[in-house]
Nanobody, 115 residues
Framework: QVQLVESGGGLVQAGGSLRLSCAAS????????MAWYRQAPGKQRGLVAA???????NYADSVKGRFTISRDNAKNTLYLQMNSLKPEDTAVYYC?????????WGQGTQVTVSS
């Protein structure tokens, strides 16, 4: 079992920055890929950024050049640095981890970007 807890969300003005964190506990040594997803009201949850156990990354086109995903394996933590935020980035952001064929989700953290 893996537990994921996000933090770092909040209210920010357009053009501002936030850093989200996702702390993993439990059977963390089995975690392979990790990712950030987001879900805006009335929309489906979609991929924001992903990172493999080897450090390879990929991003949604809408956040390329503005967001950076990283992981600190020593601290068992996943990060999402978000710069140049836009109102359309407003959503609940979720952390996802894949471990031994099972998928785990955090509870989500709200990010609100005001114009």
């Amino acid at each position: 079992q893996v537990q994921l807890v996000e933090s770092g969300g909040g209210l920010v003005q357009a053009g501002g920055s936030l850093r989200l964190s996702c702390a993993a506990s439990g059977s963390i040594f089995t975690i392979n890929a990790m990712a950030w997803y987001r879900q805006a009201p009335g929309k489906q949850r979609g991929l924001v950024a992903a990172i493999s156990s080897g450090g390879s990354t990929n991003y949604a086109d809408s956040v390329k050049g503005r967001f950076t995903i990283s992981r600190d394996n020593a601290k068992n933590t996943l990060y999402l640095q978000m710069n140049s935020l836009k109102p359309e980035d407003t959503a609940v952001y979720y952390c996802k981890g894949v471990s031994s064929g099972s998928t785990y989700w955090g509870q989500g953290t709200q990010v609100t970007v005001s114009s």
